[in-house]
């Protein structure tokens, strides 16, 4: 049943549409991010439970908790209510790097 054959409900009214305010067109080069053609599934995993408990990364990662990483946050634009990317975590960033 197409929009305009549908039979209306009595007691049921149709919201009205809302156009949203129009943007002035962007500035300079759009920011987009390319399809990854290599990816086949997305699922649904817990890094946790894919490294045993008494594996060394596990140490790695409890003592990049306790450091102070503040000084890696100096100079980052995105933030809440602001507009850019999220960045990744310090933590995150430092263990993939060791």
């Known amino acids: 049943m197409s929009a ?26 759009l920011r987009l991010k390319p399809l990854d053609r290599q ?6 995993i817990d890094p946790d439970r894919l ?15 306790r450091l102070d990483l503040s000084p890696f946050d100096e100079g980052m634009d995105a933030g809440e209510g602001r507009p850019g990317r999220d960045r990744s975590d310090p933590p995150g960033r430092i263990a993939l790097w060791l």
């Open 4 to 29: 305009e054959q549908a039979v209306p409900v009595k007691g049921r009214e149709e919201p009205a549409a809302v156009t949203p305010p129009s943007l002035p067109p962007p500035e300079g080069k």
């Open 39 to 44: 990816q086949v599934v997305r699922r649904a």
């Open 51 to 65: 490294v045993a408990q008494d594996h060394p990364v596990r140490a790695l990662w409890d003592g990049l908790g």
